[in-house]
């Protein structure tokens, strides 16, 4: 068997995975998601490479033989945060378990290591690869040398080999130092030459091939500028180069033999594992033998014909294929049952058909354990089938516990806790024009996969939600309101498509006025949606200020025009024009398309394990993003009709739900006592910042007061909310700064939530909602600014998401106990929308605040502001 070397960048592999995990610790504090990555890394390697040598190198100490040469090299990097210092130990134990030598030595850098190392094991023939999160040492590649440089996480590649750099940066690999000369490195504070990037560094050594040669041609070098650039700095390029350069001759004390392969120590990885809390990797060791398997082995099922009895077991995992993602028309592919008697596929017909299987599948008494109950209850629906027993949907376990996971595919949703025998439906049916569907005999084993998975990853998700203090939000919130969301889906919503058409005509109608006013204002007829016209017209024939120019020209984006709207009256009618547009395209134009021609009505999806928050979101159409700040987009809900004759709309939404939640978590006694006493809380604000009475508040001062009360919800800065208001940056700090003296407990919460998500990494909602944050530690200013922002904001915008959850299951239940024929239609934010019988609207006018209002008890009370109408635009 032929030699193969890894070489492992400890350090960098370290820091990359501390920065791309959340901030985990196990039960005695220790933070772990370094270590945590750095296990996923070593796995897939040694699963995927199977090496016969292996040796994982770090840095001695800060000082190394490069200081020598330039005293600031890697000067001005951040301390290392301590939440990552005190895994390293831990990473060392790691290597020790998984049979992994590491080295390090005085003065060198482990770069120098792995240089040195894999320039002695391609003298001896071995295949090298070089593992690392630093594109440093690219340098290093060569025809047996692949350098592995992590992309996203820890586990996601990028194979550097000199056909690789060639294509990436049209150099050889010899030029990589040379690069790295002229433009320095400001991670390790190689200075380069001022004002050289990649891309000028590139051309040049196209040209001159290396730095040497580029000083000895300055002369030749287009542009008097850069010539004297260089001729300034010419000795700081060669240094800069010296510095980047890789040590293949450090005086290392071991040889390749002493780093040779022999296996994993399975009962140190275990007692390690176990110590960190490790339970996914501990759970692996128990299921995989000492030999290794291929990760997608072969399964044991059965293609069933016919369904009997005897396979529809209490309980079972079942799933059911879809690869479209509208599930209200795409077809159904197949189903997959797993349980104690074995793994079943099931086709189509046959499952639709058979008496026994509807039998089961209607049965409550019958647990199945599913992925994506809604999509299951919609699709089964239309075939006249009813699914009820639903225990556990992997979907949305596995969205509570990763909410900043993207799980667009079932195979995601496995891959994320440990369960990697699934492909991704594009692995398996392609992408795009590529996609095909195989019969139902080479889709079965697919398929079959998927339910195994479900059943094999029940308990251990179940156990996580437990240990996470996350069961109730789980099986009393997520699951029970998966069931109410199918059911306002398969209800729908009636639109009337006359008045969608008016309406279309009368947009049609002005947007033709505005355009001519536009062209009139000009002086000329354009393209008023042409970005180079428009430009052309307002900044050379108006003469309005530039304010910013893009790569093609002037900027005519809508934030920029909103800064020139006192400049000019033309700028306004583009604005309104655009947004006329807009509403035209997207909403009347867009429903009409999505509009069933069966029912009469629009069928939108509620997408549940979306948003990191916590909050419902609407596709095909959305109908949360209806414009309601323009009269015209108001008026699009004129089109939203009850479906049956004598009915009506009625709209029940929370008042003012986030500020009443940060009343409630921060425990701000001015803050609580303003909604105690019903004040309008704005009105409330803006009395107490500008020190004036009630009837001195102006309209100005209570829009400004409510800029700041929800721009303090979105942990706004000095500069947003100067942005908002209009105002000077030290109007906006002096304006937060008196909201803080007013609120002193929101400030303190502010304060608080950030310092302990810095601790555990994450956040959570008033109902034990998680949304991790690992930019929280981040050593770059604009991410750990964005997340503390995410701190302060999610816990209140997540409750907010959580309380009108509850109210819907609260809600759904008592129109059932009161028999009412009332329906829930929509959840658009803070907003319900039922339509209902006349004869109930008066009770409906009682208990729908009643129950909304009682969704939870806090240290305030919530308000429900309740409308109806014959459409939806009559009801507020």
């Not at 027993?389 to 992997?394: A, E, K, R, V």
């Not at 000009?522 to 180079?532: D, L, V």
Request: proline share 4%.
């Amino acid at each position: 068997m032929a030699n193969k070397l890894i070489l492992i960048d400890g350090n960098s592999i370290a820091y990359r995975a501390f920065f791309a995990l959340p901030l985990l610790n196990n039960d005695k504090g220790i933070h772990t998601n370094a270590i945590y990555g750095f296990a996923l890394m070593l796995s897939k390697i040694l699963e995927e490479e199977k090496p016969t040598h292996m040796l994982a190198a770090f840095d001695a100490g800060k000082t190394t033989f490069r200081h020598q040469t330039f005293k600031d090299y890697k000067g001005g990097r951040q301390k290392t945060p301590p939440e990552l210092s005190e895994q390293f130990p831990f990473i060392r134990e790691l290597l020790e378990a998984y049979g992994v030598a590491t080295y390090e030595l005085e003065l060198y850098e482990a770069d120098d290591i792995i240089g040195t190392m894999a320039r002695m094991a391609e003298q001896e023939g071995f295949e090298t690869i070089i593992v690392t999160g630093d594109r440093d040492l690219t340098q290093l590649v060569s025809g047996r040398t692949t350098v592995y440089v992590t992309k996203k996480g820890v586990t996601e590649m990028e194979k550097y080999t000199p056909e690789h750099i060639r294509e990436k940066y049209g150099l050889s690999v010899s030029q990589l130092v040379d690069m790295k000369g002229l433009m320095g490195d400001a991670s390790d504070n190689i200075p380069g030459v001022p004002g050289i990037g990649e891309k000028t560094a590139i051309k040049l050594l196209k040209e001159f091939s290396s730095v040497e040669n580029l000083i000895r041609s300055i002369d030749r070098v287009g542009g008097k500028k850069l010539q004297e650039t260089l001729a300034a700095y010419k000795d700081q390029a060669l240094m800069s180069k010296e510095l980047a350069t890789i040590e293949r001759n450090a005086p290392v004390e071991i040889s390749l033999s002493d780093i040779a392969y022999t296996g994993e120590k399975k009962e140190k990885m275990a007692a390690l594992f176990k110590e960190l809390g490790f339970q996914s990797f501990l759970e692996k060791m128990d299921d995989i033998p000492a030999e290794k398997k291929e990760p997608l082995k072969n399964i044991e099922y059965a293609f069933l014909e016919e369904i009997d009895d005897s396979v529809l077991l209490n309980p079972s995992a079942l799933y059911m294929e879809m690869i479209e993602e509208n599930y209200h028309r795409a077809p159904i592919l197949g189903f997959s049952l797993a349980n104690a008697s074995g793994n079943y596929f099931l086709p189509t017909e046959t499952a639709l058909r058979s008496p026994a299987f509807q039998k089961w599948l209607a049965d409550e008494k019958q647990k199945k354990f599913v992925y994506d109950g809604k999509k299951m209850m919609v699709a089964l629906k239309r075939h006249g089938l009813e699914i009820n027993g639903i225990d556990f949907d992997l979907l949305l376990a596995s969205y509570l516990l990763n909410p900043s996971e993207s799980l667009g595919d079932f195979a995601d949703a496995a891959a994320v806790h440990g369960y990697t025998d699934v492909l991704s439906d594009d692995e398996f049916y392609g992408k795009g024009a590529k996609r095909t569907v195989p019969g139902e005999r080479e889709r079965a084993e697919h398929i079959v996969r998927k339910a195994l998975a479900i059943y094999a990853l029940k308990d251990r998700l179940i156990r996580q939600l437990e240990e996470n203090k996350q069961d109730e939000l789980f099986f009393r919130l997520e699951m029970p309101l998966s069931r109410i969301l199918a059911e306002m889906e398969m209800t729908g919503v009636r639109v009337d498509t006359g008045r969608l058409i008016e309406m279309g005509k009368e947009f049609a109608g002005k947007l033709e006025e505005i355009e001519a006013e536009i062209h009139r204002l000009a002086g000329e007829p354009f393209n008023i949606n042409s970005p180079k016209q428009l430009g052309t017209i307002l900044y050379e024939k108006l003469k309005l200020p530039v304010l910013k120019k893009t790569k093609t020209g002037y900027s005519t984006s809508a934030e920029t025009l909103e800064k020139l709207q006192h400049q000019h009256e033309i700028v306004d009618k583009i604005l309104h024009y655009r947004q006329l547009g807009k509403l035209q395209s997207t909403y009347i134009d867009g429903l009409l398309k999505v509009v069933n021609k069966e029912t009469g009505k629009v069928h939108t999806r509620f997408n549940q394990a979306l948003t990191q928050t916590g909050r419902l979101s609407s596709t095909d159409p959305n109908l949360q993003n209806i414009p309601i700040r323009l009269e015209e987009g108001r008026k699009i809900r004129q089109a939203f009709i009850p479906s049956e004759k004598d009915w009506l709309i009625l709209s029940a939404d929370y008042s003012q739900i986030e500020l009443r939640v940060l009343a409630h978590i921060s425990g701000d006694k001015n803050l609580i006592d303003a909604f105690l006493k019903d004040m309008d809380i704005h009105t409330s604000t803006a009395m107490n910042v500008f020190h004036v009475e009630k009837d001195q508040v102006t309209p100005e001062m209570r829009r400004q007061a409510k800029a700041v009360n929800f721009g303090i919800v979105y942990g706004i800065s000095d500069y947003g909310l100067s942005q908002n208001l209009g105002i000077s940056r030290k109007e906006a700090a002096a304006f937060i700064e008196r909201y803080f003296q007013i609120y002193p407990g929101v400030k303190q919460f502010m304060e608080d939530i950030v310092k302990e998500a810095k601790q555990t990494g994450y956040v959570t909602t008033l109902l034990n909602r998680r949304r991790y944050i690992p930019e929280i530690t981040s050593r770059n200013y604009n991410l750990r600014s964005f997340a503390e922002r995410t701190a302060m904001n999610t816990p209140i915008q997540g409750s907010a998401a959580d309380i009108i959850k509850k109210a819907m299951i609260d809600m759904a239940e008592r129109l059932k106990k009161e028999k009412l024929k009332a329906r829930m239609l929509l959840q658009v934010h803070d907003e319900l929308i039922f339509e209902a019988p006349k004869e109930e609207i008066g009770r409906l006018c009682q208990i729908v605040p009643e129950v909304m209002e009682g969704a939870v008890e806090l240290k305030v009370p919530l308000k429900v502001d309740v409308a109806y109408g014959p459409t939806w635009y009559d009801a507020k």
